[in-house]
């Protein structure tokens, strides 16, 4: 009876909402929606594990529904089109915080999967692929989840999977998949996750959406089993200067002599050149990176640690943000635990998203190294 009495659960999560509600001096709730998309992000941040194995160098494909319930439009203007664009966004940020992995795309339709593009750390080939082939009218039929993974999973191990033991051979090659569903939760997708350790949530709107892409762009904590393995890398060098030349990524394409310059990174080994980093030598198999390629993958394993959050009042004294020197008034505020310097919120956003080092304590060491 006392649970009756007390009404449904999920309406008590909207009682006194009103409350949270809070004006600044000029009467504007934009620093409240600041502060709660800051909270959010503070969120995700905590979230991240730090010093666990992480697989950093990953191999993702992304298998993108192409069947006609991608026209609907509860997702505005449509399914496909909301899509593209936070997978455009998703690509970006993650060969931003993931510079030495891979990313390919697969789309099915008409109970068909077909390969748009081969694994590649060019986020541009992959958006421009996109934009191309991700067009309404190119909706057609149903989609296949089984050839979509038959095809991923034969590409990644470069062997061949039956269909009849598809699900077991990805899992005994510890082949993770997460699947972001549109429409109502499937069982089907909900086991496949389930056994291959991956995620499988539904949208609720089109912010929740990029949310759950976005999650994908930090690396997973690598399976129990996952046996280490030694990667052999080459720094190659790049030269400004020499004979007109075309690079190994563009011999598939049709560029005559539009594509031959004189400038291109080439590999230490066969000397094979190329025009963007990181990528595998067509050659000889080496994989090329650059040494701020690999310092930016370090931030996975050891997540850079977050500042205390305070809230700044009248009588407070007036402090400027050590990042963009803005005057902090009466809002919001974070301070580093090392070098006590304070940053506002959006500088607190960047710094743990893209910067991944603190400004003050940087200055500090700079100005301990001149005085030495």
């Known amino acids: 009876m006392a649970d009756e009495e007390e009404g449904y659960r999920w309406l008590n999560e909207y009682?006194?909402?009103?409350?949270?509600?809070?004006?600044?001096?000029?009467?504007?709730?934009?620093?409240?929606?600041?502060?709660?998309?800051?909270?959010?992000?503070?969120?995700?941040?905590?979230?991240?594990?730090?010093?666990?194995?992480?697989?950093?160098?990953?191999?993702?494909?992304?298998?993108?529904?192409?069947?006609?319930?991608?026209?609907?439009?509860?997702?505005?203007?449509?399914?496909?089109?909301?899509?593209?664009?936070?997978?455009?966004?998703?690509?970006?940020?993650?060969?931003?915080?993931?510079?030495?992995?891979?990313?390919?795309?697969?789309?099915?339709?008409?109970?068909?999967?077909?390969?748009?593009?081969?694994l590649s750390g060019n986020p541009?080939?992959?958006?421009?692929?996109?934009?191309?082939?991700?067009?309404?009218k190119m909706c057609q039929?149903?989609?296949?989840?089984?050839?979509?993974?038959?095809?991923?999973?034969?590409?990644?191990?470069?062997?061949?999977?039956?269909?009849?033991?598809?699900?077991?051979?990805?899992?005994e090659q510890?082949?993770?998949?997460?699947?972001?569903?549109?429409?109502?939760?499937?069982?089907?997708?909900?086991?496949?996750c389930n056994k291959t350790q991956g995620k499988y949530k539904v949208i609720l709107d089109e912010k929740h959406y990029k949310d759950l892409l976005m999650e994908q762009?930090?690396?997973?904590?690598?399976?129990a089993d996952t046996e280490a393995a030694l990667i052999r890398m080459g720094f190659p060098q790049h030269m400004v200067k020499g004979?007109?030349?075309?690079?190994?990524?563009?011999?598939?394409n049709d560029y005559s002599t539009k594509g031959l310059n004189t400038r291109g990174f080439f590999c230490p080994q066969c000397k094979s050149k190329y025009c963007d980093l990181p990528v595998e030598c067509k050659v000889c198999g080496l994989t090329l990176v650059s040494a701020p390629h690999l310092a930016r993958s370090y931030q996975h394993l050891f997540p850079f640690p977050q500042y205390i959050e305070e809230h700044l009042t009248i009588s407070t004294e007036?402090?400027?943000c050590q990042a963009c020197q803005i005057i902090l008034r009466e809002k919001s505020a974070s301070t580093c635990t090392k070098c006590q310097q304070t940053f506002c919120l959006d500088c607190d956003a960047y710094i743990h998203e893209s910067l991944h080092a603190c400004p003050g304590c940087v200055a500090k060491e700079i100005s301990q190294c001149i005085d030495l």
């Open 217 to 223: 762009v930090t690396p997973p904590a690598a399976k």
């Open 124 to 136: 541009k080939l992959h958006i421009k692929a996109l934009q191309k082939a991700c067009l309404p």
């Open 141 to 171: 039929g149903e989609p296949s989840l089984q050839n979509s993974l038959l095809v991923a999973a034969n590409s990644l191990r470069n062997s061949r999977f039956l269909c009849q033991s598809l699900l077991q051979s990805v899992v």
């Open 243 to 252: 004979p007109p030349s075309l690079c190994m990524c563009h011999l598939d």
């Open 318 to 320: 007036v402090r400027k």
């Open 15 to 118: 009682e006194k909402t009103w409350e949270e509600i809070r004006e600044d001096n000029e009467g504007s709730l934009q620093s409240l929606v600041d502060e709660l998309i800051h909270r959010n992000k503070r969120k995700r941040a905590f979230s991240r594990p730090g010093n666990v194995r992480l697989g950093m160098m990953r191999h993702m494909y992304l298998i993108i529904d192409m069947s006609k319930a991608m026209e609907e439009a509860d997702l505005k203007p449509t399914r496909l089109n909301c899509t593209v664009k936070l997978l455009e966004n998703f690509i970006t940020e993650y060969f931003d915080q993931n510079p030495i992995s891979q990313i390919g795309i697969i789309l099915t339709r008409n109970k068909r999967a077909e390969k748009l593009t081969e």
């Open 174 to 192: 510890n082949i993770r998949c997460s699947i972001i569903g549109l429409a109502a939760e499937m069982r089907v997708c909900k086991t496949i």
